[in-house]
């Protein structure tokens, strides 16, 4: 026991991050968990992210960030993540839910009047960047970093999914259960300081199987469907491309959302079940 302690703890105290080296037939893609609003106190990210960027000439985004600004597609989403035929929230969730919900926007002096036209699952997105805002966590993510970084280095860039895509996806989040989705968003923000603690914690490090535990277990166990959509069945969308990748005389660095690469779904135990080699940097 004394020696297995020694070699966790030898081995725990490497200084390894959630990059790693994908490779197979003497070809290779980088593959690095991101998380998408960080602190400044956050930076620099370790240091396994500028090796990985530094040996790669392509970066691989689930989709075109630069997209994401632009007016068209701010309508689109609001067009399918609000209601545009003058319902609002209190139309769709249950009365109970109603009253949670405005109590806790009250507490926390937002517009209830501004909020009523979204969605559930809009709203459920916009309480929780809300909240991270206050803890200091608003700023610029690992994606958005590398993002420009890769324009100012003029690296070339491709892309996992349209922009399109993404709404579509966010629109689905608790559809059909969408007063369970209000009432677990609201009881995770007194959570919330701690349980982005530790995932931060678990993602810096780059230890897969605490950060499941930790953000993914119990949404995968809770909301199947939601777990199903926007992680297991987007990953099997990723996987052919990702694939193509190794085929290609220049290296590509995928930057995807850690909890992408945690569990057998994940990413990275899918590769290694096709029998490619992963070794975390």
């Known amino acids: 026991m004394a020696i297995v302690a020694l070699f966790t703890v030898a081995f725990a105290s490497q200084a390894e991050a959630p990059?790693?080296?994908?490779?197979?037939?003497?070809?290779?893609?980088?593959?690095?968990?991101?998380?998408?609003?960080?602190?400044?106190?956050?930076?620099?990210?370790?240091?396994?992210?500028?090796?990985?960027?530094?040996?790669?000439?392509?970066?691989?985004?689930?989709?075109?960030?630069?997209?994401?600004?632009?007016?068209?597609?701010?309508?689109?989403?609001?067009?399918?993540?609000?209601?545009?035929?003058?319902?609002?929230?209190?139309?769709?969730?249950?009365?109970?839910?109603?009253?949670?919900?405005?109590?806790?926007?009250?507490?926390?002096?937002?517009?209830?009047?501004?909020?009523q036209m979204f969605k559930p699952s809009m709203l459920s997105v916009t309480l929780t960047m809300i909240e991270l805002q206050r803890l200091g966590l608003g700023g610029t993510g690992v994606d958005a970093f590398y993002n420009l970084k890769g324009i100012n280095d003029k690296k070339s860039f491709k892309y996992l999914e349209l922009p399109e895509q993404q709404i579509d996806y966010l629109a689905n989040m608790g559809k059909g259960y969408e007063d369970e989705l209000i009432h677990y968003t609201l009881d995770d923000m007194a959570k919330l300081p701690t349980v982005m603690q530790q995932m931060k914690g678990a993602w810096r490090v780059g230890n897969n199987q605490e950060l499941y535990n930790i953000a993914a277990k119990e949404w995968q166990q809770s909301f199947p469907t939601s777990y199903n959509q926007l992680i297991v069945e987007r990953n099997n969308n990723w996987l052919p491309e990702i694939e193509a990748y190794f085929a290609s005389a220049e290296i590509e660095f995928v930057l995807v959302g850690a909890l992408h690469l945690v569990g057998k779904d994940g990413v990275l135990e899918q590769l290694k079940m096709k029998g490619y080699t992963i070794t975390q940097l």
């Open 19 to 115: 990059v790693w080296q994908v490779s197979k037939n003497g070809n290779t893609v980088y593959i690095g968990g991101t998380v998408h609003v960080l602190s400044d106190n956050d930076y620099p990210l370790p240091a396994a992210f500028e090796q990985a960027y530094q040996k790669s000439a392509v970066l691989v985004f689930e989709m075109d960030m630069s997209k994401a600004q632009t007016p068209e597609f701010q309508q689109q989403m609001l067009a399918k993540m609000t209601y545009q035929d003058g319902r609002t929230y209190a139309d769709e969730l249950k009365p109970e839910t109603v009253t949670k919900l405005n109590q806790y926007m009250q507490e926390k002096g937002l517009p209830v009047g501004n909020l």
